[in-house]
């Protein structure tokens, strides 16, 4: 498939799809740590859970290299979120503000390293 169709296949050249799928519910991770742990947790694995399948859609649909790898990479930080949520360890809203960083920095170094490596389709 040539560059051009795989660029207008991608979910990322469009501002609305990339709000839809990861400014919203990234938005909605940071805006999460001032409420209950409980609300917090459930809005973070469902907003884990649809940037992970929305990356994952995306890789499918345009060979986006760093969506192969931010798909998975979400899904997986489910785990620590629900550990935090069911207090293993026990922590404040310190170690769930470290934990949102590792989450949305982490996929950020991610998007770096893997287009830069691999370039923006593979």
Request: hydrophobic share 60%; charged share 10%.
């Amino acid at each position: 498939m040539p560059n051009e169709s795989l660029q207008a296949r991608d979910w990322l050249a469009s501002a609305r799809a990339t709000a839809l799928a990861w400014w919203i519910p990234q938005a909605a991770i940071v805006a999460s740590l001032l409420a209950p742990a409980a609300a917090r947790a459930a809005i973070w694995m469902l907003a884990l859970l649809w940037m992970g399948m929305a990356c994952i859609a995306n890789a499918r649909r345009c060979r986006r290299t760093h969506c192969r790898y931010t798909g998975p990479y979400y899904l997986a930080m489910i785990v620590p979120v629900a550990a935090l949520a069911l207090g293993f360890p026990p922590v404040g809203i310190y170690g769930w503000l470290i934990l949102g960083c590792i989450i949305l920095l982490g996929s950020k170094a991610i998007w770096w390293a893997t287009e830069r490596a691999w370039g923006k389709f593979s």
